[in-house]
C-alpha cells in the first residue's frame, strides 16, 4: 500500500526567506505525487503534481516541488514565504494505474513570521 | 478549474437526530467521490469511496451503517451520519476525480464541520 511521511510537524520560517516542507513517500510503480494547502476550516486547495516528465514541478502561488526518485520524496518549496503561505500543508501519492485512492501525510503546519 | 461544493459548511444538531451533509460537482461530473474526516490538527481519515450508481466501498473500521452514502448522480453524493453522538464531531470533507480523468488530481469541498451536542 502506497504512504507518506511528513516528518515535521511544524515549519517555522521568516517571512522573505526560503520555505522547505519535506515529504517521503512509499508505493510500488510509478507514483503519482500531489501537494495540496489547508486553511482553517477549509477544505484542500490543489497546488501542483509530478505525474511524468520533468522532475521539478511547478504550481500555484510560487510553490514549485522537486521529484527524486532514488530519494522517493518530494519536497515543497516556495523561494520567499509570504505571512499569507501560513497554513496546514499535505502531501499525497497514488499509484500510478489502477488503484486512484490518494495516500495523504500527516500534514506539515506551516507558520511564516512577520 | 473544477468546483466541488459541500453544503451545509456549518452544523449542530443534538444527539441521537440524523445530519446529512450534500456533495456536489458544479461544473463536471465524478463517477468516483472520496469522504474523509478530519479530526484537530489530523491528517485526513479517508472512511469511503462513493461511486455512482452503486453501493460505497468502506474503509476499514468505518461503520457503514452509521455513515449512510448515497451517490445518485454523477454529480451528488450525500453522507448521512445516523443518530449522531458527540464522538461523530468532526470535520468531514468530500472530494472528487473528473470523470475518465486518470492522473488529474483530487478536487475538494471546502468541508463540513459537524457538532453533536
Known amino acids: 500500500a502506497q504512504s507518506v511521511a511528513q516528518p515535521e510537524d511544524q515549519v517555522n520560517v521568516a517571512e522573505g526567506n526560503p520555505l522547505t516542507v519535506k515529504c517521503t513517500y512509499s508505493?510500488?510503480?510509478?507514483?503519482?505525487l500531489f501537494w495540496y494547502v489547508q486553511y482553517p476550516n477549509r477544505g484542500l486547495q490543489f497546488l501542483l503534481k509530478?505525474?511524468?516528465?520533468?522532475?521539478l514541478v511547478k504550481g500555484s502561488y510560487g510553490f514549485e516541488a522537486e521529484f527524486n526518485k532514488s530519494q522517493t520524496s518530494f519536497h515543497l518549496k516556495k523561494p520567499s514565504a509570504l505571512v499569507s503561505d501560513s497554513a496546514l500543508y499535505f502531501c499525497?501519492?497514488?499509484?500510478?494505474?489502477?488503484?486512484?485512492?490518494?495516500?495523504f501525510g500527516k500534514g506539515n503546519q506551516v507558520v511564516v513570521i512577520p | 478549474g473544477a468546483v466541488v461544493s459541500q453544503h451545509p459548511s456549518w452544523v449542530i444538531c443534538k444527539s441521537g437526530t440524523s445530519v446529512k451533509i450534500e456533495c456536489r460537482s458544479l461544473?463536471?461530473?465524478?463517477?468516483?467521490m472520496f469522504w474523509y474526516r478530519q479530526f484537530p490538527k489530523q491528517s485526513l481519515m479517508l472512511m469511503a469511496t462513493?461511486?455512482?450508481?452503486?453501493?460505497?466501498?468502506?474503509e476499514q473500521g468505518v461503520e457503514k451503517d452509521k455513515f449512510l452514502i448515497n451517490h445518485a448522480s454523477l454529480t451528488l453524493s450525500t453522507l448521512t451520519v445516523t443518530s449522531a453522538h458527540p464522538e461523530d464531531s468532526s470535520f468531514y470533507i468530500c472530494?472528487?476525480?473528473?470523470?475518465?480523468?486518470?492522473?488529474?488530481?483530487?478536487?475538494f469541498g471546502e468541508g463540513s464541520r459537524l457538532t453533536v451536542l
Open positions: 499525497a501519492v497514488r499509484r500510478g494505474s489502477g488503484n486512484n485512492r490518494l495516500a
Open positions: 472530494s472528487a476525480f473528473l470523470a475518465g480523468e486518470n492522473t488529474g488530481e483530487l478536487f
Open positions: 509530478y505525474i511524468t516528465g520533468d522532475n
Open positions: 461544473d463536471f461530473q465524478a463517477t468516483t
Open positions: 462513493s461511486n455512482e450508481g452503486s453501493k460505497a466501498t468502506y
Open positions: 508505493v510500488s510503480g510509478n507514483p503519482y
